[in-house]
């Protein structure tokens, strides 16, 4: 059929089939018009006039169909059809073609992650596997600084909470493809530090299956600690994953135990004949001394948290061994704040023996002095450690 005038054009599309439709107005001629008024003009205007005719022609995407060999002549709808087409296969394949670089990453993933929970990666690697899409799945990436040239102790602390965490997701029951544990050594990606102007280590971040991490992407370390079981409610939240960690026995604590009990059991045997010493009051005093020192210092702080020792600054090499928040603290910090309880405790108890005892007044002086000393000296010292921490704490001591 051959076709004149005003026509319209209307295109359907769909995932599985792209149709063209094209409405003839009533005013052009139709075949049968043709052969019975030879497609005389006024014939077909009387027609038009006492009969209003429409003819809808649907296209189908098969080019060898005898409707589209009909329409070969008309160049308007022949270039349409091919640009739908082309443009119903072009996304057909794109889509293909992302599946398939998905299936691939995930397998190459789920192979790695088989041979080893913690996956190490390049700047290569983490460009392909976390930063490029396609990606279904969420990246828990360990930013560190392992190798020994380096000297981060911390950097090694953090390693084995997370191959503690890591370990416990890949043995356990729910162990899938939409979590993967991986890390970046400084050493073999540098460029990826660059990348995300990371100047610090150990970090860890989160990279969700879409879009880019956000704030509560990036772990706080220096406020949580780095122990397994926080990393584990951190990536709860972050991702509906919830992990159980499992830690591998460790009996050193058992044994450390029975050695005391051998010692102290040793001990009263060896005395058993006289055990006038359980009554010493000073021995007493000094255990119990000892147990409030600890527990004051925050050790129990460190136990449950598993902060690092020290901080130790990558551009300059600073050591910090006192914590700036004070929502947090180094274990290095709880020993410093230990040793200054105990100058202090000596000082004072100096105070009482000048104070109470009977002996040579000179010696009593000069006990008085060194204890008042280091009183002074010592509970300034404190005071200044808890401004630091303590940000607009008025008050001071000698020591700003």
């Given at each position: 059929?051959?076709?004149?005038?005003?026509?319209?054009?209307?295109?359907?599309?769909?995932?599985?089939?792209?149709?063209?439709?094209?409405?003839?107005?009533?005013?052009?001629?139709?075949?049968?018009?043709?052969?019975?008024?030879?497609?005389?003009?006024?014939?077909?205007?009387?027609?038009?006039?006492?009969?209003?005719?429409?003819?809808?022609?649907?296209?189908?995407?098969?080019?060898?169909?005898?409707?589209?060999?009909?329409?070969?002549?008309?160049?308007?709808?022949?270039?349409?059809?091919?640009?739908?087409?082309?443009?119903?296969?072009?996304?057909?394949?794109?889509?293909?073609k992302k599946e398939n670089l998905l299936a691939e990453k995930v397998e190459q993933?789920?192979?790695?992650?088989?041979?080893?929970?913690?996956?190490?990666?390049?700047?290569?690697?983490?460009?392909?596997?976390?930063?490029?899409?396609?990606?279904?799945?969420?990246?828990?990436?360990?930013?560190?600084?392992?190798?020994?040239?380096?000297?981060?102790?911390?950097?090694?602390?953090?390693?084995?909470?997370?191959?503690?965490?890591?370990?416990?997701?890949?043995?356990?029951?729910?162990?899938?493809?939409?979590?993967?544990?991986?890390?970046?050594?400084?050493?073999?990606?540098?460029?990826?530090?660059?990348?995300?102007?990371?100047?610090?280590?150990?970090?860890?971040?989160?990279?969700?299956?879409?879009?880019?991490?956000?704030?509560?992407?990036?772990?706080?370390?220096?406020?949580?600690?780095?122990?397994?079981?926080?990393?584990?409610?951190?990536?709860?939240?972050?991702?509906?994953?919830?992990?159980?960690?499992?830690?591998?026995p460790n009996y050193s604590g058992t044994i450390a135990l029975a050695l005391l009990?051998?010692?102290?059991?040793?001990?009263?045997?060896?005395?058993?004949?006289?055990?006038?010493?359980?009554?010493?009051?000073?021995?007493?005093?000094?255990?119990?001394?000892?147990?409030?020192?600890?527990?004051?210092?925050?050790?129990?702080?460190?136990?449950?948290?598993?902060?690092?020792?020290?901080?130790?600054?990558?551009?300059?090499?600073?050591?910090?061994?006192?914590?700036?928040?004070?929502?947090?603290?180094?274990?290095?910090?709880?020993?410093?704040?230990?040793?200054?309880?105990?100058?202090?405790?000596?000082?004072?108890?100096?105070?009482?023996?000048?104070?109470?005892?009977?002996?040579?007044?000179?010696?009593?002086?000069?006990?008085?002095?060194?204890?008042?000393?280091?009183?002074?000296?010592?509970?300034?010292?404190?005071?200044?450690?808890?401004?630091?921490?303590?940000?607009?704490?008025?008050?001071?001591?000698?020591?700003?």
């Amino acid at each position: 059929m051959r076709l004149s005038g005003t026509s319209w054009l209307m295109i359907h599309h769909c995932p599985s089939l792209c149709t063209l439709d094209i409405v003839v107005p009533s005013s052009v001629c139709s075949c049968d018009q043709r052969r019975s008024e030879d497609c005389n003009p006024q014939s077909a205007s009387r027609h038009s006039a006492s009969q209003p005719m429409e003819y809808a022609v649907s296209v189908a995407p098969v080019i060898g169909m005898a409707s589209a060999r009909r329409l070969a002549p008309l160049p308007l709808v022949t270039v349409g059809s091919w640009l739908l087409l082309l443009s119903c296969a072009q996304f057909g394949g794109g889509q293909k073609k992302k599946e398939n670089l998905l299936a691939e990453k995930v397998e190459q993933l789920m192979e790695w992650s088989s041979r080893r929970s913690v996956i190490r990666m390049n700047g290569d690697k983490f460009r392909r596997f976390v930063k490029a899409p396609p990606r279904n799945y969420s990246v828990i990436v360990m930013f560190t600084a392992l190798q020994p040239q380096r000297q981060c102790s911390v950097c090694r602390q953090a390693n084995e909470e997370y191959q503690v965490l890591a370990n416990s997701w890949r043995y356990s029951s729910a162990f899938s493809n939409k979590l993967f544990f991986t890390v970046v050594d400084y050493d073999e990606g540098a460029d990826v530090f660059q990348q995300l102007n990371m100047n610090s280590a150990p970090t860890f971040m989160h990279f969700p299956p879409k879009g880019k991490p956000k704030r509560a992407d990036t772990f706080d370390l220096q406020r949580i600690g780095f122990a397994a079981e926080q990393l584990a409610k951190w990536i709860a939240d972050r991702t509906d994953v919830h992990i159980r960690v499992f830690r591998p026995p460790n009996y050193s604590g058992t044994i450390a135990l029975a050695l005391l009990v051998s010692l102290v059991g040793g001990l009263l045997y060896l005395r058993r004949n006289n055990l006038e010493f359980i009554y010493n009051k000073t021995g007493w005093a000094m255990a119990a001394l000892c147990v409030v020192f600890a527990m004051t210092s925050g050790q129990m702080w460190n136990h449950i948290r598993g902060p690092p020792y020290a901080h130790k600054n990558p551009q300059n090499g600073q050591v910090s061994y006192i914590h700036g928040s004070s929502q947090a603290q180094f274990v290095a910090e709880s020993h410093i704040i230990l040793l200054l309880n105990a100058a202090i405790t000596m000082g004072m108890v100096l105070l009482n023996e000048a104070a109470t005892s009977k002996g040579d007044v000179g010696k009593r002086r000069i006990i008085c002095l060194v204890g008042l000393g280091l009183v002074v000296f010592f509970f300034s010292l404190l005071l200044s450690i808890f401004r630091s921490k303590y940000h607009g704490y008025p008050y001071s001591f000698l020591i700003k």
